[in-house]
């Protein structure tokens, strides 16, 4: 076992029957990731997530979660983690504070602690104020963030989180997205977030595990697995006029460049390594006195790294239905 691991797991396989729905599956988070695991539906994500909480039994493999060996003592390790499942499980004819209450007393905390942590998370998922009503009135988002506290009442080392925004609205998901980059600051608290939604693991997690039909297929934080397609930048300049024949061959030889086409304005580069060819670019053009008006790059997207690995779409079945648009803030 690795120390430097929240979540170590080798080899690990779940078969129903004939059926294999997690794949010889290799992870290592380290303490304090955000780690999230995108894949489709179908992809094995939740039930990665019950054998690493000690749900369902690991058919082979081993897990480590927070230093317990899941396969040899699945009843420990649920009190080192928290767990936030898919499906909504808090009790709608209990009030916010008696439902964070319940979790605190299967936890055995002593009535002392209960009562400030209990508080002091009712805040921090800003149901403070809705603390004494029935949780039947409440909104999915408030649901949602009500389990967020719940799963860490009891002080967890890792947090498991199994799409924490399904079925959300965009600002109900945006105010789920902030609650959970605001729990990570000041504390030793390690975060596993499964996901289908591009966007969320873009924005919050510091590694993302590709998982398709039980396998992972990529591994990488965000700009990593965008690194990993070929040709995933794109570079385009607006010129003050027409560029040479005789200067296309030195820009197609630039280290990086996969494709150079001229367009009405200019040229479109498509590169490797963008970011790092731009200036070179500048610098080939200046010798033929070629003013650069505008230059542009763009980096290809999560959704375009899924398709690579797969030769699957995975947003066309999956986006969030209705609602406005969401633009993908940069995190801060
Ligand atoms: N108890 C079970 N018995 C038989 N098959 C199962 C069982 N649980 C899950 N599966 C199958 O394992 C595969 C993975 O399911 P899982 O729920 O882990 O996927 P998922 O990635 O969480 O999908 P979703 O995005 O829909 O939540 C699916 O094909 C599912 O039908
Ligand atoms: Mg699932």
New binding site residues.
Partial sequence: MNPDCAIEVHKLV?R??D?T??NEVELEVRHGELFGVL????????????MLTGI?PITSGEAWVAGVDVRRNPGTVREAIGVVS?ALTSDMDLTAYENLDIYARFFDMPRGARKPRIEELLHRVGLWERRKSLVRTFSGGMRRRLEIARGLVHKPRVLFL??PT?GLDPQSRRVIWDLLLDLRKGAELTVSL?T?YLDEAEFLCDRVAI?DQ?KIVALGTPQELKSMVPGSDTVELALEGPLPDARMPELQALPGVREVERTNEGIRVRADGGAALLPRIIEALREDHLGVKSAALSRISLEDVFIHFTGRSLREE?APKGGPKFQVPARR
Avoid: S
């Fill in positions: 779940k129903f029957g059926f729905a997690v894949g489709p539906n179908g992809a094995g994500k939740t039930t990665l997530v019950r369902v898919q199994d799409e399904i499964t289908h998982v039980g999956t």
